[in-house]
C-alpha cells in the first residue's frame, strides 16, 4: 500500500517556495504506516497534471494532489481532475455555504462569481469541508484507488490531512504498523560509525532498514520496522537497539524524539518548573526563535536579548570592557559573563548564551570565522564550550543553534 | 530545453528533511532561463532510480539528481548511475587527493576505505570537484542530454551548482532569456483582484505568464516572460507594467525584489549609515533571526530583547505598570513603549517591537488570539498598528513578521 503525492504549481518549481506541505503529509502518513512511493512537482499544465496522475495510478494506491486549487485563472487542476475522471463539475450546496459564511467573516470584499465557483466540485467527489478556506478538498475514487486533491495553502492542508483524509483512509484501508526510531550520535563520521557497526548492520533482519542521516556534526541511525504486527516490529527494534547500544557508547547521545530538541527541552523545563533566559550574538535570535515556536513556551521562556553589537554586550548585559578587550569578544570569560547576567536579568533558573563569528567577514574580534562560544548558567555554576563550525553563515548559526539545544538538554537531563 | 530534478532518499519521503536543495535549484536554473520540468523525489532503491531517470531522460534534456552519495551502505546513487550508463567504476586520483586532505584538515578519525570509495566515479563521468565534502559532483551525457549527480548535503550541493553545474551548462546549451517581476499587493483578494484585471490578464501576449500567489494577507502577482531576446521581454513586460498600474493603485505595495524584505531593509539601512534595534514579543525572535540571517546585518543592527513574560517587558525595557494594568499587556501603549524604549536602549535610529497573543491560548492578556500590535520608533516619533492575524499560531507569528518589515520598508523608504 503507498501513497504518491504531487504537487501542482509553478512557484515550487521556480524555486519561490519550498515544498513544505509534502514533507508534512509524508510525516503525518508515516506515523500511520501509509509509506510515500514518490513525491512529484509539476507545472500548473493540462497535459502534464494528466500525465502525473496517470503514473501515479500506476504505482500507487493513494494519490495526494496539493495546489492549484486557488480561484484564478492559473489554477486549471479541478478542471483537468474532472477530464480524469471524465466527470464534471457540479455545485455543492455545503461548499456554497461555507464559501459564504468565510466572506461574511473575515472578508471585506463583496462575494463574486469566481469565488462561488469554488463551490464546483466534480459530480463524483466526495466533498472534504475546508473550515479554513473556500477551496474545498475532494475525495474521488476509481478501481480501489484512492485521489483526493487538497488546497496548497498550508494551514488548510494540514487541518484537512489530520482530521478528515487520514482518518478516511484508515477507515478503507489495512495499513501495516512502521516504526522509526532515530538514533543521535555525536563524534564519529558516518563512514567511520558504518565500519564500527558493519557487523551489526549485516545482520539486520529483513524488515528492518537502517538509514544514516549525518547532519551538520552528527550523525542519526534511523532504525525502521514495517510489519503487520506491531508487536514483532517493536520487539525486534529494541531487540536490535539493544545490541547496537554497546558498540556505540562513546559517541551515543540519545534518541532522536519526533518532536524536535527544542521541543523535548520546553517539556522538560516545563515539568520540572524552570526557567530560561538567552543571550545572543552570533545565533542572532535564532535560538529565542526556536523556543518559542513552540506553544506553551510562555511557561518556561522570560525573554532574551540579542547583543549584536559589541556596545550592546557591555551596556546591556554588563560585560567587562576589560574582559572584551583582553581576552576578545568572542571569548570564554565574555560567553560566561553573558549567561550569567541575562539569568540574573530575567531572574531565571538556566541561561544560554552565544558569542562568536559566523561569517562571511570577521567582526569584532580576531577569532576564525566559524569560532563559537556556548556558555550554559545555572543558579550554582556557568560553564562553556568553544566549537568551529566552518564558514559557512547558514551552517554556523544552525549548529550552534543545536549545539547549544544540546548542552542545555545535557545540563536539565543529567542527574548531579 | 528542460531540466528534471531527481532527488534520492528517504528521509525527504517521510518528511524527515524539507526539499530545501530543490527550491534552490530552481531558483538558480531560473536566473539563467532553465526551466524546471518537474521534480521528483524517489526512495534509495535501485529500480525506482533507474525508473526515474529513464522518465527525465525522456521529458527533460538535463537531468540532476541530488543525493544518495554519502559513503555507506544505503546509499546506492553511484552504483545505479553506472548501471544506467553501462559503466565501470574507476579511481579518480584529484578526487582521492580532495577526500585525502579533508580528512587531514576537519577529521580526526583514520581514513577507511570506505572514504575512499568516494573517489571511485563512473568512467564516462566527468567530476565536478567538491570543495566541501568528499563526494564528488559528476556530469554524464548521452545524446545531448546531461546527467548531473550532486551530495545531497546543501551547502555542498549549492556550492557545486553555482560555481561548476551553472556555467558548464551555460557553455554547452544556448538558454532563453527569462524574467520574473513580481508585484506586491496587499488588501484585497485572490479572487477580486483577478476580476479587476481581467481584461488586462486576457491581453497578455504569449510569452507573458501571470501567476497568482496568495499569501497571509498579501496577493503577489508573477509576470514571467521567455523569449529568446532580452529586449522584448524586458519591454513588454514594463509595458504591461505600466497598463496594470494605474488598475491597482489602491493595493499597489511595491515589488518583490528577489532578495527577502529584510534584505532589502538591510540594504537599505546600510547605504542610509542607520541602525536598527528590536523588541519583540509573540514574534519571539522571528525578526532578530530573519534580520541576522543576512551577512553584513552587523552594520546597522545592534540588538533586541525578546520580552516574552509580561514582568521582562517592565523590568528590562521599561514598560510602566500602571500601562500594563490599565490596557492590558497587548495595547498600543505596551507595544509604543516597548519601541521608544528599546531605541533608547540600544541607542538607534529606528526600533520595532510587537505584542500579541500567538495562541493557541490566551496569555497574560484577554487579547483575542492572533491579535498583533506593531510599533516603529524613529528618533523623533513612535506610532503603531494593530492585526489580527488568526488563530494558527505559526501563521500569526510570521505574518506578524512580515508586517513588521512591511511597515519598516515603508518607514525607511518614504520621504518626510
Redesign the interface.
Known sequence: MQAEIITIG???????????N???????F?KYGI??????????DKT?ILK?LK?AEENADIIIITGGL?????DITKLTICEYFNDTLVEDKAVLANVEQIFSKY?S??L????KQQALVPSKAQVLMNHNGTAPGMWLERNGKVFVSLPG?P?EMKDLIKEQVIPKLRSKFKFPYIM?KTILTYG?????L??RIEKW?DHLPVFI??????SLGRVRL?L?GKAAEKLIVDREIQNQINLLLPQIEDIFVGYEEDESIEAVIGKRLTEMKKSLA?AESC???????S???N????AY?????????T??KV??LGVSKSDINIHSVVSKEVVEAMAKNVRT??DTDYAISTTGNA???K??SDAEVGTVWIAIATKDKVYSEVFNFGN????V?VRGTNKAFEMLQKEITIKH
Open positions: 509553478d512557484e515550487i518549481l521556480i524555486g519561490q517556495i519550498v515544498d513544505t509534502s514533507a508534512f503529509i509524508g510525516k503525518e508515516n509509506s510515500i512511493y514518490q513525491i512529484t512537482s509539476i507545472q500548473d502534464h502525473a503514473e486557488g480561484p484564478t485563472k492559473d472578508s470584499a463583496p463574486l462569481d469566481v469565488n495553502v494551514y522509526h564519529l563520521g558516518e563512514s567511520a558504518a565500519e548492520e532498514k537502517l538509514a544514516y542521516l549525518p534511523r525502521s538567552i545565533t542572532g535570535g535564532r535560538i529565542a526563535k523556543i518559542t515556536a506553544a506553551g513556551a510562555s521562556f522570560k525573554g532574551s536579548v540579542v547583543t549584536y553589537a556596545e550592546s551596556k546591556l536579568m530575567f561569517g562571511p567577514e567582526g569584532d559557512h553563515r547558514e551552517k548559526i
